[in-house]
């Protein structure tokens, strides 16, 4: 049961060299920050007034908070590879001024293959060092997912993709199409599953970039209205045309 006051519940605090067995020992604690990002469903990372991030986890019933927010969360601490998650969680607004961005939350310019790559170079493993970090990348958008209040583009470079979360900015204006090619800025976000002491390594399901708001989407540059598919209607459309004379032609003839 989530206390109903603040003070009630403890402040998260992880002491240098903490083991992540202590960690997963802790029990219900608050951090007070900004929202730096949000996403389906019901999580969102923010940032503490001491400049930590934390990955918060809501309950199903909570209230989705927006980019921006400053708010005190209480939840159970767990261990996610290089962050610290807050699960079943609850928030309230808190007073005070909305944190200022660390160094690290200003974007920093990256690839697709080094999102999607390790130190080694090589595709198919996600890197440690990206994730909770502002980033800023371009590709062409190869799939548009909508289901269920999601929202996901699909970048791609080359052979290489990588999801785009718009849930919260699903009526963007201009909005991207498939084929186009875009400049995205956002919150780099690791999806893995969570450190247990029965689940000492956990398995990485990839990344997301998660965009804080509609300007973190720029169109570089449209498709081609001569796509493929279109190139093809036209021809059959003019084929049957011509079949359709020769037909006419011949049955005047008789």
């Not at 400053?70 to 005070?96: F, H, K």
């Not at 791609?156 to 186009?180: C, F, M, R, Y």
């Amino acid at each position: 049961v989530l206390a109903d006051k603040d003070d009630s519940v403890p402040p998260l605090n992880i002491r240098p060299r903490m083991s992540l067995e202590e960690i997963a020992r802790l029990d219900m604690c608050r951090v007070t920050g900004t929202v730096l990002a949000t996403w389906q469903p019901n999580q969102y990372m923010l940032v503490t007034d001491e400049g930590a991030l934390v990955k918060v986890c809501h309950r199903d019933n909570a209230t989705h908070p927006h980019v921006g927010d400053r708010l005190c969360v209480r939840g159970y601490p767990e261990m996610s590879l290089q962050t610290i998650s807050l699960t079943c969680a609850d928030s309230s607004a808190a007073s005070g001024s909305a944190t200022k961005p660390s160094p690290a939350s200003r974007p920093s310019e990256v690839t697709i293959r080094e999102l999607v790559s390790d130190i080694t170079g090589q595709s198919g493993r996600m890197p440690l060092s990206k994730p909770g970090r502002v980033i800023r990348t371009r590709g062409q958008v190869r799939d548009i997912h909508r289901q269920a209040g999601q929202c996901e583009l699909l970048l791609g470079e080359g052979e290489l993709s990588i999801p785009v979360d718009i849930s919260d900015h699903a009526d963007l204006s201009p909005s991207p199409v498939i084929g186009s090619t875009v400049e995205v800025t956002g919150l780099c976000v690791l999806d893995a599953e969570e450190w247990t002491p029965r689940n000492a390594m956990p398995r990485i399901r990839g990344c997301v970039i998660v965009i804080r708001s509609p300007d973190d989407i720029r169109i570089l540059a449209t498709p081609s209205w001569w796509t493929q598919g279109r190139l093809l209607s036209v021809i059959g459309v003019l084929v049957a045309i011509l079949l359709g004379i020769i037909v006419w032609n011949r049955l005047l003839n008789r």
